[in-house]
């Protein structure tokens, strides 16, 4: 250490995670946004600025007409500074322009620090925002309205904002908590299945690694999920994101210094399927494979027990996930499984000592630093024969 004296101070800031329910949030008698914006803590808050996912205004042509007639019916609270569409989509996190056209967006509007940015769309769309608004001046508060069922469940109500580089996901990126997040279910109304799908995956995975009775609640529920009735579909959105605050607020390392993401159970796996297929997967299909591979790797391992692990997969099948793509059987020149460098991929975006999440059982989990690379590989065959 150093002769001279040094200066220390704790710093310690407060975040609030905050995450409503509503139905049409932008129908002028719905005040939840206006009171969110002008609550006690938005410090006197007005100018709003929207970026709106470009599937979402083609699905609801009014939307624009609504948010404006909003605007006007609480004019003396909030100023619409515009509403701006962008494609959504993984394409948008991979799109280097897109960052400078929300700051060119921000810097004409005049947005600060004092303002609102709204991010609504799917998790592609809150992702990139997100990150443009968490980095602008130094940080904009942000506002998410996710508008598929994985951005309700999972992507919209966590602490991470982020675009992709090179093709990685996520590789650039930030840690800023949302001032709030808005969960609209009217948005689902428009979602195709295969999305409406996607969301359900998330919930799988959180209980798999912290909640059995969730699991089986998936189980029992699995019929209504898959004809996508409202009411169970709401459910499981409420009780993943209830999941994902809680783990993120109590776990004690909420913008993930250390190791341990069990949040990202299945996803070593389903990051490089997602590069590999460029993004023809959605982060869902390959969250599926992911959590398929690693379930029966837990399962090879001798930490889980088979019936276990026919349960599981039989719950992806039974939600018509696919737990196998030929993606996990393209290798590099030296003859070695792309998929695997994924492994390595994950470590250095984390930083510090491999750490991978397994199942001891459904509901419980735990870390390992290594994975024996032939019993993965011994797993995907296993889902291979499967098909
Ligand atoms: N920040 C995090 O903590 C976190 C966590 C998990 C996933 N993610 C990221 O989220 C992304 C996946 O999000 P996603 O599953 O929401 O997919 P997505 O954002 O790619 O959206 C899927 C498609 O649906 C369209 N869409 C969105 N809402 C719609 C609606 N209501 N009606 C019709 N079409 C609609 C989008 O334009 C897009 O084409 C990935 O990039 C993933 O890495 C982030
Ligand atoms: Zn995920």
């Given amino acids: ?49 929207i970026y709106v996912d470009e599937a979402v205004s083609q699905a609801n042509p009014s939307l624009a007409d609504q948010i404006s007639a909003y605007f006007d019916r609480y004019s003396e609270d909030l100023r619409l ?28 509007r005049k947005i600060c620090r004092h303002s609102y940015i709204v991010a609504i769309g799917g998790g592609a769309l809150l992702d990139t925002v997100g990150f443009a608004a968490a980095t602008a001046h130094r940080g904009i508060r942000h506002f998410r309205f996710p508008t598929t069922t994985l951005g309700q469940a999972d992507a919209g109500v966590g602490v991470k904002n982020g675009v992709n580089y090179n093709r990685k996901k996520n590789f650039v990126g930030a840690f800023a908590p949302p001032f709030a997040v808005v969960n609209d279910f009217s948005f689902l109304e428009t979602l195709p299945d295969m999305h409406l799908r996607n969301g359900y995956i998330e919930a799988i995975k959180v209980a798999l690694i912290r909640d059995e009775k969730f699991f089986d609640w998936i189980e029992a529920n699995a019929q209504a999920l898959n004809r996508f009735e409202p009411a169970a579909m709401q459910e499981i ?6 999941h994902h605050v809680a783990h993120i607020a109590t776990s004690g390392d ?23 297929s460029e ?30 692990s026919n349960r599981i997969l039989s719950l992806l099948k039974r939600l018509n996930f696919e737990t196998y793509s030929d993606q996990l059987e393209r290798r590099n020149e030296r003859g070695y499984p792309y998929v695997l460098e ?18 001891k059982r459904i509901g419980s989990r735990f870390e390992v630093h290594e994975m024996d690379t032939d019993v993965v590989l011994k797993s995907m065959n296993r889902l291979k024969e499967l098909i």
């Avoid at 994924?342 to 199942?359: D, K, M, P, Q, S």
């Fill in 279 to 308: 993004f023809a997967l959605s982060h869902g299909e390959a969250v599926a494979i992911g959590i398929a591979i690693d379930t029966l790797y837990s399962e090879e391992m001798g930490y889980l027990d088979k019936d276990c």
């Fill in 81 to 108: 500074m515009g509403v701006e569409t962008l494609q959504g989509g993984e394409s948008l996190k991979n799109d280097e322009n897109c960052l400078h056209r929300i700051y060119g967006d921000i810097e004409s």
């Fill in 342 to 359: 994924g492994l390595e991929e994950f470590r250095e975006h984390l930083g510090g000592l491999l750490t991978i999440t397994l199942l």
């Fill in 237 to 242: 959105i409420h009780r993943c994101a209830e």
């Fill in 1 to 49: 250490m150093s002769d001279f004296p040094h200066i220390e101070y704790p710093i310690s800031i407060p975040y609030q995670l905050r995450v409503y329910f509503t139905k049409h949030a932008f129908d002028v008698k719905n005040p939840l946004f206006r009171d969110l914006a002008c609550s006690k803590e938005s410090g006197n808050r007005r100018k709003v600025l």
């Fill in 254 to 276: 909420p913008f993930e210094m250390g190791s341990v993401r069990p949040l990202d159970f299945g996803h070593w796996a389903a990051h490089k399927l997602e590069q590999l």
